[in-house]
C-alpha cells in the first residue's frame, strides 16, 4: 500500500456536490493523494467538473482547470509547455476526464497527445455513459446497457470501444485500467504512472449509483465484481508491447455484475449470453498475452 | 472552515475565474436519510467461552505478529492457557463463523501455541507487593487457582489451602497424563502461583477449620466435586469395585497400578469414564465400558469419545449394572440388564428404562465405577448444599458473609474453563467486595455476530490439504509462522479490525481516522451505505431513522 500524504488535512475535498455513493470521488481521493500538492488537475466539461464546487468555491487541494470538453488533451498539453518553459518540470500534470471526453468528445486530442507522447498522466474515471448530462450512450457504454438514448427495446447494440488497446497502438510507455475496489492497486498504479514520463493512461471503472440504476451501498461491491466477472479486467500495458494481468480474477458469472444494475434490467437470456462468451473471450485472449513477449495484436474482440 | 463566498460587486470579482475558498461550508450531511453507526458485536468465539476469553482480541494480536500482547490477554482473564489449550473443549471453536465457509480456525490449537510460548518466551511483569487484605483460597483446582491468581494481581495477600501435596487439583490427580502431561503442567502452575503462599496437605475440616480463616478478610471454596456417586446397587462396596477417579489420582500421583492382562469393567459414559478407560487400557487392561444409554447421549466431550473409539475398547451400550459378586476364583460376577430409551427425562435426554428378562453377566476383575462425581461438602455441619446452587444461609455466621465459591461447588458444566471462568469472576467479587461495592450481573445482552454479519467476499478460502499439511504435520506442534497464517484466517466476527475499507471507500471523506478507531463526520457523510456495506466484519450498520 502506498502510504497516506495526508494531502486533505485541511478540510479539503468534504462537500462537494457528488451523488452518494459516487465512484468517481473515492478514485479522486486516492489519486491526489498518491500524487501529492505538486499537481495540476486538467478537467473538461463532466461530472467532476461540476461536482467540484461552486464559483468561487472548489474542494481540490491542487490547482484545478477547466476546460472545453473536446480540449482537455490540447489544454494539458499547453499547460505542460509552459510549466517546461519555466522550470517547473517537477509538477504532474493529470487529466481527470470522464468516459465522454475521452472516448468520444476528446478523443482526437487524446490520439495526438498520444502520438507526440507528451508528458502527461490521463487518467478517464469511466462511468460508461454521459451521466452529468442525464444518461446519454457513450462509445463507453456497454453493450447491451439502457440508457436515455438507448431505452428499452433499443438497447446498445455496440460493444464498448476497447479505448486501451487503442491508446496501446500508439506505444505510449504506460496503460493501466484500475478499479476502486481494488485500491492498493490503484494507487500502486498511480505512484508508478507517476514516476514515469511520457504519456501515461489510467482507465479506471467509476461505479454511478443514478446511471447505473443501482444501490448508492453496492458501488464498491459492483466495481469489485465488474472485475470478478472479467468485464473489466485488471491490467498493465507497457509501450504498447507488454501485457501484464495485475490480478488473477474469481472469473465469476457475469450475470453476478449485471443483475445487480438497472441498466442490465431488460437484457435477454441470448443478450447475457452474449456478454459472458464475449467476455470470457476478452479474458482469453489477455491471459494468452499475458507477460508474453510477443507484440500485441491490434484485433482484441471478435465482433 | 470556509465561508460561502457572495461577490457583492464586478469588483469583488477576481479577473479570471479562479476559486477563492473551500467546499465545506456544504453540509452535505442534510442529504442523508439513513446514517452508519459503530456497533461492535460479540464474537460467537468469545461469547461462548466459559472463562470469558478475548479470543478474537488475542487473534488479532496474534496477526499482527504481537504474541507478547496476545499472551498477556489471554492472561487477563484465563491464566493457564497451556492447559486449556489441551483440556478446553473449545466450544469457541465449534460455534466459528468460519466452520461453514472453509473450516473453524483452530483456535484450541492456537491456545496451545500461545501456552506453549508463555512457557518458554514470557517473563511476567513484576507483582504488586501485598497489601494489607488478606485471602484464602481452599482448593488449588482450575478454579482455585484462577482466584488466587486474580487476588494476587491485584495486590491481595493469598494463601492457597489444598489436600493434596502437589497444587493443581483434578488438573494434577485428574486429567491422565496423555492428555495433559504433569511435567508440562507444573511450569504453568508455577507462573500461577508466583508470590502465593502454598500450604499443601492442608484439607479444609481435617487439617483446619473455621477458626482459622477468621484472619482472612475473604475465603474462596473451589474444592470441587470428588465424590463418586453410588449406584445403589448390590455388591458395589466389594473390593473390586473402585472409585474410578481414586484409580485416577493414584496413576497421577505416580503410584504403580498394574493391570497386566486384567479385565476391567468402566461403568459411566461421561468425561471421567473416557479417561478411566483410556487410562486402564494403557495400563494393561482389557478394558469394556458400560453405559446406560446410547452413544448420543453420552456426556463425554466429543472428542474425548472419538479418541475413545479409535482404541481397542469395548464399547456397551444400553446396558445398566444391577448385581455385583464375588466368586470362588477372586474373580467378580456382573450383572447387567439391557436398556432402552424412553421418554426424555429432567435433563432433556431420554430416559433409560430397563427391558424385562434381558439380565446377563459379564466376568470381571475389577471394576471402575465413573457415573459423576459430588461435591463433598462435610466439612460444613449442615449440608452446605441444597438442591442446585450453593446455600450460604447453610454456613457457619463466622463464615458466611466473606465467603465466596467457584468451581465444580457451582451447578455450571463441570469443565477447566468453566471453573477458571468462575475463579476469576469470584476474585473480582471478593476484590469489589474489599471495596465495599458488589458486583452485578450485566444487563445487556449480547449481540452475537452471526454468518450473516460477514462480508464474505473480503475472504479467501484456503486450501484445505495445504492447511492440514502445514497445521498438523508436526504432529499437532506449530511455530509462530504457522499460528499467525492460521490466525490470519480469522473474520474478526463483529469487531472492527482497522481494516480501512470504511475509511477508503467513503466518497465524502466523511469517516475519520481516531485514536479511537473510525468515526464518522455526520456533517457531511451523505448516508451512501458504502462503509457499511463493505465491513467485512459488521461491526458496522446503517440506521434508517437518520
Redo the contacts between chains.
Sequence with gaps: MIEEKGI?S?????????????????IL??ILDVLGRKTIIVCPAGCAAVTD????????PVP?M?TPFDAVASCAAGVRAGLEMSGRSEVTVMVWAGDGATFDIGMGALSAIAERNENILYICYDNEAYMNTGIQRSSATPFGSWTTTTPRGRLKSEPKKDINFILASHKIPYIATAS?AF?DDLREKVNKAKEITGLRFLHVLSPC?PGWKS???????LA?LAVECNVFPLFEIENGERIRLSYRSQSLPVTEYLDMQGRFRYLSEEETETIQSRTDEYYKTLNSLHESEQPLRMTMRKE | ??K??V?KSLDDM?DI????????????GS?RSSTPRREDKTPPCNFNCPAGEDIRGYLDLLKHGKIKEAFELILQTNPMPLVCGRVCYHPCQSQCNRENFDAAIDIRLMEKFMGEWGLEDYTPPGLPSPGSKKAAVIGAGPSGLSAAYYLRREGVNVTLFDENEHPGGILYYGIPSYRLPNDLLKPELDRILQGIAFRSRKRFGRDFGIGELEKYDAVFLGTGAHKSKVMRINGEDLPGVKSGLDFLKKVNSGEKVFLDGKDVIVIGGGNTACDVARTAYRLGGNVSMMYRRTVAEMPAFAEEIEQLKSEPIKLEFLVAPSRIEKTGDGKLKNLYIRMKLGEPDESGRSRPVPVPGSEFEVMADIVFTAIGEDPDLSFFDSAGKSSGDFDFASVDKRLRDKLFVGGDILPNPRTVPHAVGSGRLAAEKILAFFDGEKIEQPKSIAVVAGPDDINL?YFVKVNLDKRRKNLYGGDGVIGEAQAIEEANRCFSCGVCYSCNNCY???????VIKSSNGYQI?L??C?????C???CPCGSLR?DEAG
Design positions: 486533505f485541511g478540510g479539503e475535498f468534504c462537500g462537494h456536490a457528488s451523488c452518494p455513493g459516487c465512484g468517481e470521488k473515492i481521493r486516492h464546487g461552486i464559483f468561487p468555491h472548489s474542494i481540490s484545478f477547466h476502486p485500491i449509483p444501490d448508492p451501498k453496492d458501488s464498491i461491491t469489485r | 472552515m470556509s460561502f463566498i461577490f477576481p475565474a479562479v476559486s477563492k475558498a473551500r467546499m465545506d461550508w456544504n453540509k452535505t442529504w467476499r477508503n471507500f467513503c466518497p465524502d471523506m466523511a463526520n456533517d457531511y451523505k448516508g451512501c451505505g458504502i457499511a456495506n463493505e446503517m
